[in-house]
């Protein structure tokens, strides 16, 4: 599967447009490291367990949007982003999207 943030494929011809597809995770906050991040923030530095949670859930909501699109028989994402935001304070939503696409090398 081809992902790209472009909104075209430089080389490729689209062939179809398939629609909007999206991978989503909705991840509940850990106390502990809740708790380590609010004291690691007092210091500075990079909050290690939280950027590799944010990694991991990253990497989950991209496979998720990627099988959305295989489902459609899509060769290609274009104009993927990510997107999150929190609700009630406690939990983060994140979301991978993008156009699902045919696309084939131009001759």
Not at 11 to 17: A, K, L, M, P, Q
Not at 48 to 62: E, H, I, N, P, Y
């Amino acid at each position: 599967m081809i992902i790209s943030t472009m909104n075209d494929l430089p080389g490729y011809e689209i062939d179809e447009v398939l629609g909007e597809v999206f991978g989503l995770t909705v991840r509940s906050r850990n106390l502990g490291s809740q708790f380590g991040a609010g004291l690691k923030s007092l210091v500075g530095g990079e909050l290690k367990g939280m950027t590799k949670a944010l990694v991991d859930s990253r990497d989950q909501v991209t496979e998720r949007c990627v099988q959305s699109a295989e489902e459609k028989g899509a060769t290609a994402i274009l104009a993927f982003r990510f997107d999150t935001s929190e609700i009630g304070g406690t939990w983060t939503e994140i979301c991978a999207y993008g156009t699902a696409v045919r696309a084939r090398k131009a001759s």
